[in-house]
């Protein structure tokens, strides 16, 4: 007989205990839940340090190298970003002695991008060609930041031809198109392509454009390295209308569009840019030169296709420079293309390819420029003068063309 309840007081201290663990036991879970919960909350929201990549290799993001705006538009400095990928940086503009604070240019070897303070206008040119500037137009324009130039990193794929994306680890990566070239050539040099050297051709990598060679026949590939279907004896990336100037195994010449579109029929001996700021092109078939002039539908005739050469060439020796279109020299005079034809050089309107001046007696035409001023002049009959002179005196006396 139990008289003083002891299992009725065991019973109870047991069932009193094995509560408080339990509840300790619950306390703990919802504790750590609490603890893990906020981990995960401020792991979450923990800001991502920025890291940046230029050319698969980091390098600190100091001394105010990359900066922000007040809209989130992220820059990187002209100047810091040209040394660290070995390209020159200028002050003031390409080819021009005088100062210009405002204005700046950056050298990759043969290419030449300058850009100019706050606007979105940059241009282009290719040293070792007879093309004129090339215009382009960034989305944002280019900042002052203590004393420093900015261009946003989103336009350094137009501006400079490289690369540019942010992974979701905020890794701002940025290739050159040497590394680019390098980087796809190590991945296609098992299926037996080899890409494109001339820097002119590698700045469709930027774009995501592959052209490369594979047993004598060009082709383009995407930036899976998939053969989109494009093959040609020889390919011209034309980066100011987005398009190539491509020939086929007959050796004829046309354009085609990135997509794989015909611009102009595979029809000439030969087929290239003449002009930029024109538009316009030089045609060849059998042996003879034509102007054409490009627009939204493609190209359209300018001249007949009957002259020797179009514009004048370089003559270093001589100190003559490369010679095609002649300015408004008077009021009387419009715009006007140097052309040969017999030997002869002559002149046709920029506007209507019709003939101003025919090829009948100059032996020369050509621009000097004499201590920063152009002057355009003619030669014939062992005879030098000025061009305006001589239009002058054509109009007035009788030229014997024995």
Known sequence: ???????????????????????????????????????????????????????????????????????????????????????????????????????????????????????????????????????????????????KFYIALADLTRALNCSYFINENKEIRINSMENLANTYQEKLIESGYTVAEDQNNRKSFAYGRIIANKNGIWSILNSELEDIGLRYSSIYFDEQNDSYIVSNTSGKYGIITTSGGVKESLKYDGLEILNYENMLYKVKNNNKYGIMRSDEKGLTKLTEIVYDDIGYPEDSANKTLYTLIIPELDKNMKKTIVVKQNEKYGLVYLSSGEIFLPCDHLDKIYLVNNLGEDKYMIEAQEQTMELLEYLTWRGTYVIDLN
């Open 1 to 147: 007989m139990d008289l003083l309840n002891e299992n009725q007081y065991k019973k109870t201290k047991t069932s009193s205990g094995k509560k408080v663990v339990v509840l300790l036991i619950i306390i703990s879970i919802i504790f750590i839940i609490v603890i893990l919960g906020l981990m995960m909350y401020i792991s979450a929201n923990k800001e991502i340090k920025e890291k940046l990549f230029i050319n698969d290799e980091q390098r600190e993001i100091a001394n105010d190298i990359i900066i922000n705006d007040t809209l989130g538009n992220q820059y990187i400095a002209l100047k810091d970003f040209a040394e660290l990928l070995g390209y020159e940086y200028e002050n003031g503009e390409y080819r021009n002695d005088d100062v210009d604070t405002a204005k700046c240019y950056v050298k990759n070897n043969n290419l030449i991008t300058g850009f100019e303070l706050d606007t979105n206008k940059i241009y282009k040119f290719e040293e070792g060609t007879n093309l004129d500037f090339q215009y382009y137009t960034l989305n944002l324009n280019i900042i002052l930041h203590n004393n």
